[in-house]
C-alpha cells in the first residue's frame, strides 16, 4: 500500500511555470513506477508524464514534451513534475499515481494501482 499526496497546484499565467510534488508515504517507494495524469472539465482522464522506478527513463505526452520535466527522488520518497511554459490548455486537476509493475504501457491509467487526491492547475490567458 502507498498513499500519495500532490502539492504545489495554482493559478499562473500563461507562459509562466509551475512545480508539483508528490509526497508518497512507505518503505517501497522505489520499487514503484510513478506517473501523473490530469483531467480537464468534462474530459477523460490522460496522461502527462512517468518515470521509472529507478528513474532513469522518462516518458512523457507529445502534449508536453519540451515543457515540463517529471523526476523522482527515492531516498525522499518524492517525484516532482516541473511544468514551464505553460498554456492555459493544461488548466486541469493534475494526479499522482503510483504502479506495482512498472513495465510498458505507461500511459494507461489501468495500469497504476494507487492515485492521490489531486492538485488544480489553472493557466491564464
Known amino acids: 500500500q502507498v498513499q500519495l499526496v500532490e502539492s504545489g497546484g495554482g493559478l499562473v499565467q500563461a507562459g509562466g511555470s509551475l512545480t508539483l510534488s508528490c509526497a508518497a508515504s512507505?518503505?517501497?517507494?522505489?520499487?514503484?513506477?510513478m506517473g501523473w495524469f490530469r483531467q480537464a472539465p468534462g474530459k477523460e482522464r490522460e496522461f502527462v508524464a512517468a518515470i521509472s522506478n529507478s528513474g532513469a527513463n522518462t516518458y512523457y505526452a507529445d502534449s508536453v514534451k519540451g515543457r515540463f520535466s517529471i523526476s523522482r527522488d527515492n531516498a525522499k520518497n518524492t517525484v516532482v513534475l516541473q511544468m514551464n511554459s505553460l498554456k492555459p490548455e493544461d488548466t486541469a486537476v493534475y494526479y499522482c499515481a503510483a504502479r506495482n509493475f512498472p513495465l510498458g504501457l505507461w500511459s494507461w491509467t489501468t495500469k497504476y494501482d494507487y492515485w492521490g487526491q489531486g492538485t488544480q492547475v489553472t493557466v491564464s490567458s
Open positions: 512507505g518503505r517501497t517507494f522505489s520499487s514503484y513506477g
